[in-house]
């Protein structure tokens, strides 16, 4: 088991930027990653981190903007968003599986959710 909690979400201008925190605790070393989900929007896998950090996939949508990160001692997995747009607006949850592979379709672990808002 691993319990997830997030935070860093609030809102902010488009253009620019923030960092989420995710701390893991309970069994951690999990594969990692942040899902959003926005009003009347498809849920979106944005961004996955393996657990030695080796290897990392993002969404088309926010590649070169976002940047996943992981501390195994600290037990947090980060998402630094940069250049954030209106549309990246959604509540961003940390999630975290033993299988990398799953962290793209039903995460077996979720975190409560944090809002981010980005104005026009």
């Known amino acids: 088991q691993v319990q997830l909690v997030e935070s860093g979400g609030g809102l902010v201008q488009a253009g620019g930027s923030l960092r989420l925190s995710c701390v893991a605790s309970?069994?951690?070393?999990?594969?990692m990653g942040w899902v959003r989900q926005a009003p009347g929007k498809e849920r979106e896998s944005v961004a996955q981190?393996?657990?030695?950090?080796?290897?990392?996939r993002y969404a088309d949508s926010v590649r070169g903007r976002f940047t996943i990160s992981r501390d195994n001692v600290k037990n947090t997995v980060y998402l630094q968003m940069n250049s954030l747009k209106p549309e990246d607006t959604a509540v961003y949850y940390c999630?975290?599986?033993?299988?990398?592979?799953?962290?793209?379709?039903?995460?077996?672990?979720w975190g409560q959710g944090t809002q981010v808002t980005v104005s026009s």
């Open positions: 999630v975290a599986d033993s299988r990398f592979s799953d962290l793209f379709t039903e995460p077996d672990y």
């Open positions: 309970g069994r951690t070393l999990y594969e």
């Open positions: 981190i393996n657990w030695t950090g080796g290897t990392i």
